[in-house]
């Protein structure tokens, strides 16, 4: 049975999932893979997550709680730590306080990026950045009763992502520069909603779950992927991290997988790409 659909059904009524962050990437996708639920999509206008729950929340009966809105500026964050850690620190205490089951969103930005082996849930976090410091601090405060989902390298149809970067740079290039000394996994947002979905309705323990698209591979395959599924004939040039001189270090490798029983399997990031693009073109 779907996690809270017996109170909903006592009650009722559909289940009531409450979705904060809702005009980003990931709660666009997740508002369509929960549409049969009845889905309150909360987009920054209408909560900001630095502050308490307005009170019409806090007497609503909610069933589940998809906590997606973060400060993701990673470059941003290192110049300004106690902003990004209103909205990453605070902002899930919040959503915390609502006391529904929670879902939670965070990084392999909490790893130093040492490893040359995936990295699993038990493995320690060592965040290089201010962004993966406040995401950490983040997954803490969600609490015990609560999901905390760490992902990465996220894309989709609509927001600020790579794969919008590189469509729109390609148009117009004959050659993008493209870092290629940082390996992860590229993860469709439609793929993590509909994996969000299993670890829910299959009632999966709450804790720690490592969600991240099958493969990995570094931004510029990424790149040169984008440009050849999409029928562009721009070429890749391969640099390194050192070459753009961002504020924010980020770890030289990332991939992320789970050791848990049960896990919910994503595709291969390739599928996601051609998931992706077929979104777009729809
Ligand atoms: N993007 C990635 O590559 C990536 C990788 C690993 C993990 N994650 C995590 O996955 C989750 C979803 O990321 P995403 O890619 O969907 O990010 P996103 O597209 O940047 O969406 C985040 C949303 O949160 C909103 N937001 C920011 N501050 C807020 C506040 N104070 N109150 C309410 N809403 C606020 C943003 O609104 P505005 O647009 O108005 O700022 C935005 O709509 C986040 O927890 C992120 O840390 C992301």
């Known amino acids: 049975m779907e996690l809270g659909s017996a109170d909903s059904l006592r009650a009722g009524r559909r289940r009531r999932v409450l979705i904060t962050g809702a005009g980003g990437q990931l709660g666009h996708a997740l508002a369509q893979v929960f549409s049969t639920d009845e889905v309150v999509a909360l987009a920054r206008a209408d909560w900001d997550v630095t502050q308490p729950p307005p009170s019409e929340l806090r007497e609503s009966e909610l069933d589940l709680v998809l906590h997606t809105a973060a400060w993701t500026d990673v470059d941003g964050a290192e110049a300004d730590p106690q902003s990004a850690a209103a909205v990453n620190v605070a902002g899930t205490a919040n959503a915390a306080s609502l006391k529904a089951p929670l879902v939670t969103y965070s990084t392999d930005y909490v790893f130093d990026g040492r490893k040359r082996s995936p990295y699993?849930?038990?493995d320690g976090p060592n965040p290089a950045s201010a962004y993966g410091r406040t995401k950490l601090h983040g997954e803490a405060t969600a609490g015990q009763r609560a999901w905390v989902v760490r992902t990465s390298w996220l894309f989709g149809a609509t927001g600020h992502n790579f794969l919008r970067t590189?469509?729109?740079?390609?148009?117009?290039?004959e050659e993008v520069a493209v870092v290629d000394d940082q390996r992860g996994c590229p993860t469709y947002v439609g793929h993590l909603a509909q994996a969000t979905r299993e670890l829910v309705d299959g009632e999966l323990p709450r804790g720690l779950w490592h969600l991240a698209a099958d493969g990995d591979c570094t931004w510029a395959d990424f790149a040169e992927a984008i440009f050849d599924e999409?029928?562009?004939?721009?070429?890749?040039?391969?640099?390194?991290?050192?070459?753009l001189e961002r504020?924010?270090?980020?770890?030289?490798y990332s991939v992320l997988r789970s050791e848990r029983a049960g896990a919910p399997a994503l595709p291969h990031w390739r599928e996601g790409l051609r998931a992706c693009l077929a979104e777009m073109a729809r």
């Open 120 to 122: 699993v849930e038990s």
């Open 166 to 173: 590189m469509l729109r740079l390609g148009e117009g290039r």
């Open 247 to 252: 504020p924010a270090p980020r770890p030289a």
């Open 230 to 243: 999409s029928g562009l004939e721009t070429r890749v040039r391969r640099i390194t991290t050192a070459d």
